[in-house]
């Protein structure tokens, strides 16, 4: 056991424990110590899908293995988040009270299995977790191992039963008072869809109305809603019972492209949460994308999910090797995990936590990549890492609390994307909404200039830079934002597809809002959707760059023509403007570009608002330089994204955390090597 303070100060390093699994193999359990120590691991989530082990049948509760496996942890320096049961309810509930399963968007009750097959509606439900989660808190809350609670685990889909359609009608009767209200913001005379009564509304369904897209969006948000206040009512006895321990639930990542979990709001979620966590798992040496693309795809991801809540978050999942459900689970390649557990720290975790620590025997999960394999060998290669980077996150723990400083902010809205995957419009396959966030993204990330990832109810005052592209969905409170932003004497960028809708998804009347027309001296006339083989080109500064997928055509007004467009009927038309508006300025990108043209675009940005002022470390694309802050000094994670030796120089001296060596000049980094540098301020 170590001290209390010594503990906390750490770095976290371990991952989900599921001893439930092994308690009829005692020696197993045993050696878990033994290599935790050797891993250099020190925080364990336990009790994750752990109901059935807890409360084998209804009412009959069974702890002893979980206050030894918790006590075990502590004595040997190690401390415990506490999960809450609730993501994968045991076979009995399922049996007597057949009402905690979920109905199917096509009105099918489901059998037992998986994983969130529940409806959030239950009352059963509710009070079976209630009283769990209760007897976890009385038992658990005031153990001097619990960090955290961890609430259930990756909250996601939808249930469609009478209880949650009574729920939605009531949600729906809350938000718009009236049918007349409802009905005109889901324009109900469209195919004579007007309601005449609460109870002839249902949710979407691909056996009934799926094409009202006011009824679509405000099934999402109601599910976001729906959810959050399931996680709220988990969470009433501990708060009761342990209110200084922190809460979380873990976010997540959708994983081919790695952009936004779509399921969820999770602006809004974070508003609920101490601590915003997430899973993370990149198909690391994937055969479609360069590791450095990838990569700034990853940084995005944490720069989101750090800004929710503007300070550090933690990495709850992520993998030391291979996943099993990718379409290829290729494994990590050697001094991969060391460099993206590193890239987690350098922008602005302060955990690098696995799933999972032991290799499940059976089922599904069985070949999930783990920190101990099947051959239970601490020699095993994956495990020799993972005590690497136990060591690593040792020597650079003072890094643990400090936070990321941006200028430049990038606007992502998970209610816009909603709405524009809905729209029948454009191209099905290339709207892209995340996607072209992340490629303005790479601009920044490129340059080591931070950046965070904010949503539509967070402040944009204190940025030099605001980037809000393809904002499809624009109430008129997110237009007078943006307009107070600019007027003030921001600098704002936006882009095609801008401004469509107001916040029910109803086209603006007399076309683009006024006010936008004003903020950006043009008005919006078409917007023209090419084919996967159509070209267009646009020249900027000299130069010509390619077009393709979206071109908008714009009448001028007040704003200067910084590039316009080479073929097609629009031919000599403006493609991108720049507006001078009371003490801002704000840019038009008309058209998606291919990358060069955002480089050099964002280029000449970043030197007009000297934001790329404070580079101390030169280096070739494929290296990332990730910056966090004290009040005395700050930290460079320089990291290596490619598969070559990269040159980096080096403005100023600086000692390395990794090495404990003073690193001045120029150095020499291996490929998916990792330095982190610090300097006192």
């Not at 969130?116 to 001097?144: D, M, Q, T, W």
């Not at 980077?389 to 994307?417: P, S």
């Not at 704002?492 to 076309?511: F, K, M, Q, R």
Request: charged share 25%; hydrophobic share 35%; net charge negative.
């Amino acid at each position: 056991m170590i001290d209390k303070t010594v503990a906390d100060n750490r770095l976290l390093h371990g991952g989900d424990y599921n001893p439930d699994q092994w308690l009829d193999y005692p020696e197993i359990l045993k050696d878990d110590l033994r290599l935790m120590k050797l891993a250099k691991a020190n925080t364990f989530t336990l009790g994750v899908f752990a109901w059935s082990a807890l409360e084998p049948t209804e009412g009959e509760f069974q702890f002893d293995w979980l206050d030894e496996r918790i006590e075990a942890i502590y004595q040997m320096g190690g401390r415990v988040i506490l999960a809450t049961p609730s993501g994968a309810r045991p076979a009995w509930m399922s049996k007597k009270y057949p009402e905690v399963l979920r109905t199917t968007e096509n009105r099918m009750k489901m059998l037992h299995g998986g994983r969130h097959n529940h409806c959030f509606s239950s009352p059963i439900y509710r009070e079976k977790v209630a009283i769990i989660n209760r007897k976890l808190a009385e038992r658990y809350g005031n153990h001097p191992a619990l960090l955290m609670w961890h609430i259930s685990n990756e909250y996601s889909g939808d249930c469609h039963c009478e209880l949650c359609q009574d729920n939605f009608r009531n949600w729906l009767k809350k938000k718009y008072g009236t049918l007349d209200k409802l009905n005109h913001a889901w324009w109900g005379p469209f195919w004579s869809h007007t309601i005449t009564d609460w109870l002839e509304v249902e949710s979407p369904s691909s056996i009934g109305e799926s094409m009202v897209h006011g009824l679509n969006l405000d099934w999402k948000r109601f599910v976001t809603d729906q959810t959050i206040d399931f996680y709220k009512h988990e969470i009433v006895p501990l708060r009761e019972i342990s209110p200084s321990i922190p809460i979380t639930t873990n976010f997540m990542a959708d994983t081919h492209d790695l952009i936004p979990f779509q399921s969820l709001n999770y602006s809004e979620f974070a508003k609920h949460v101490d601590i915003v966590s997430w899973d993370c798992y990149p198909a690391w040496h994937n055969d479609w994308e360069e590791t450095k693309d990838l990569a700034a795809k990853v940084g995005f991801i944490n720069d989101l999910y750090r800004s929710l809540k503007q300070q550090p978050f933690l990495i709850m999942e992520s993998t030391p090797s291979g996943v099993n459900w990718h379409d290829v689970n290729k494994t990590k390649r050697p001094g991969m995990h060391l460099l993206s557990s590193m890239q987690f720290i350098a922008h602005g975790s302060d955990s690098v936590l696995y799933f999972q620590w032991r290799k499940s025997r059976g089922s599904s999960e069985k070949f999930h990549g783990a920190v101990v394999d099947h051959d239970n060998s601490e020699t095993n290669r994956v495990f020799q890492e993972v005590s690497a980077v136990g060591g690593a996150l040792e020597k650079i723990a003072e890094v643990k609390g400090t936070h990321k400083q941006a200028r430049v902010a990038i606007v992502y809205d998970w209610e816009n994307n909603w709405a524009l995957n809905d729209a029948q419009g454009f191209s099905d396959s290339t709207k892209q909404y995340p996607q072209t966030l992340q490629k303005h993204y790479q601009s920044f990330w490129k340059k080591d200039i931070s950046v965070d990832i904010v949503t539509l109810n967070q402040e944009l005052a204190s940025y030099d830079l605001v980037i809000a592209p393809m904002l499809y969905m624009m109430s008129l409170d997110t237009i007078s934002k943006l307009e107070n932003y600019v007027a003030n004497g921001g600098t704002l960028v936006s882009s095609y597809i801008s401004g469509l809708v107001n916040e029910t998804d109803l086209a603006h009347l007399s076309g683009w809002p006024a006010t936008l027309k004003r903020i950006f001296g043009i008005d919006v006339k078409e917007t023209d959707t090419l084919y996967p083989k159509d070209r267009n080109t646009l020249t900027y500064n000299g130069k010509q760059y390619e077009i393709k997928d979206y071109c908008t055509i714009f009448e001028r007004k007040e704003a200067n023509i910084l590039a316009t467009y080479m073929e097609d009927f629009y031919q000599e038309n403006p493609a991108v403007v720049e507006n001078c508006y009371g003490k801002g300025k704000a840019y038009f990108i008309g058209a998606r570009t291919e990358q060069a043209f955002l480089d050099d675009f964002y280029e000449e940005l970043q030197k007009e608002g000297n934001l790329d002022s404070e580079r101390e470390i030169l280096h070739k694309e494929g290296v990332s330089v990730q910056r966090r802050d004290s009040a005395e000094c700050y930290y460079l994670f320089v990291m290596n994204f490619t598969e070559q030796k990269q040159a980096v120089t080096l403005k100023e001296s600086f000692f390395d955390l990794l090495t404990q060596e003073i690193k001045q000049e120029q150095i020499e980094l291996l490929p998916y090597e990792v330095r982190v540098l610090k300097r006192e301020k």
